[in-house]
């Protein structure tokens, strides 16, 4: 199979997205041919460690780069500056420069974390991106935003800071657990509907979706390629969210207040954002936007990929809807929804009202 390499077309920092099966044994010469300094610090966690920790450093040294790790414990609650200060020591104590490398080998926790140590240290050092996760490699890795949660919410403290490099080696996806893999499965799914109607055609026509080792090899790579291609597309005409990249947060508003209604612990972020499109689209069929097959289509194809469609018990609409007011899509008090009008092609709307979001909730209880 070939192994493709995407680049992401950013006027001051581009940079490729190569997928490559065991492409990790060759993660130093693909820096060394970057020229990315002498020092190189790995950081992770010891779930992706334990398994890829001594390969990775291994190919790092074999190019000739002085190695070193630093690693923080597993879990969205480590995504925190804490373990931004505990990098801040490790970089002190190993003498990283700005020439220095770093290098985050992990799910999207650890490349959130780690781009915005990277970001923040001597005003910024090479970063490059080893996702493990598949949201991480879909999503998460491309590009440049960075961050960590405050106690008072997600993501409030960032930067956006583009990597020098992605490498995505999809062999790494074999121990990834099955409901992270579908969680992962929810952004793919939101790339066919937003932006590239042949992955929503590919992804219909596989007669399941729900594990990885039910997908073909040549399926799992167009499944790469066609969605690291639709972030790069997106994040190359507008980096910073000036417009058309809030696309992307299609199923995220909904999304975003369900997770966080559950305490983000009962549902994965793929997993609300599942839920969240669903949402979208019935808000879309409301508006006239895009008919109600399309609406079938969309839900037959996150229910084959085993992901949650209903709003969990217990979550009140009343509090969805006050939820909504607190999203940082908020724009002069009006929430903006993102929401597909037909395959493959969404748009952003902000006229829908509290009645609008209560009737499409009650489609989905
Ligand atoms: P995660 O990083 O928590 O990883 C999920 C779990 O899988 C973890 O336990 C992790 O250790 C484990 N894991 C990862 N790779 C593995 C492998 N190959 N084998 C075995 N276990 C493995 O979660 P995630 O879904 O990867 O990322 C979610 C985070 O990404 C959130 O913090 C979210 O805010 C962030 N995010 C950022 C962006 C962005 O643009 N920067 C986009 C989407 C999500
Ligand atoms: N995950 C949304 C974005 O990168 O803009």
């Not at 960075?146 to 919410?153: I, Y």
């Amino acid at each position: 199979m070939t192994q493709p390499v995407i680049r992401v077309n950013l006027p001051q920092d581009p940079y490729e997205i190569a997928i490559a099966s065991d492409g990790l044994d060759r993660l130093g010469s693909w820096m060394k041919s970057l020229d990315l300094g002498k020092k190189a610090m790995l950081v992770s966690n010891p779930t992706v460690f334990d398994r890829y920790g001594k390969r990775a450093i291994a190919a790092l040294e074999a190019a000739g780069f002085e190695a070193s790790h630093y690693l923080f414990p597993d879990g969205e609650e480590y995504k925190t500056f804490d373990s931004v200060r505990g990098f801040y020591d490790a970089a002190l104590n190993e003498k990283l420069e700005r020439s220095s490398t770093v290098v985050a080998l992990g799910g999207g926790v650890v490349g959130d974390m780690t781009g915005f140590a990277a970001a923040t240290w001597l005003r910024g050092i090479h970063f490059v991106q080893v996702p493990t996760s598949l949201l991480a490699m879909v999503d998460a890795s491309i590009g440049g935003k960075t961050g960590v949660n405050h106690p008072q919410g997600k993501n409030l403290i960032g930067a956006f800071y583009q990597p020098r490099l992605v490498l995505i080696d999809p062999n790494v996806l074999k121990t990834l657990p099955d409901r992270e893999f579908r969680a992962g499965m929810a952004e793919v799914i939101k790339y066919g509907v937003i932006w590239d109607a042949e992955l929503f055609g590919q992804l219909e026509s596989a007669a399941k979706l729900d594990r990885l080792d039910q997908l073909s090899p040549e399926l799992l790579q167009e499944i790469l390629v066609r969605s690291c291609q639709a972030k790069a597309d997106v994040v190359s005409r507008d980096e910073k969210e000036a417009g058309l990249r809030a696309i992307l947060n299609y199923g995220h508003t909904i999304g975003h207040a369900v997770e966080s209604l559950t305490g983000y612990t009962e549902l994965l972020h793929g997993e609300a954002v599942g839920i969240g499109m669903v949402a979208a689209s019935r808000l879309a069929v409301a508006m006239d936007l895009w008919d109600r097959r399309c609406d079938d289509r969309q839900l037959a194809l996150i229910e084959k990929t085993g992901l949650p469609t209903r709003i969990p018990q217990g979550v009140d609409f009343d509090a969805i809807v006050a939820k909504l007011q607190t999203d940082k899509k908020v724009k002069d008090g009006r929430v903006r929804f993102v929401l597909p009008t037909e395959i493959g092609r969404a748009t952003i709307s902000d006229r829908i009202t509290e009645d609008l979001v209560r009737s499409a909730l009650e489609t989905m209880c």
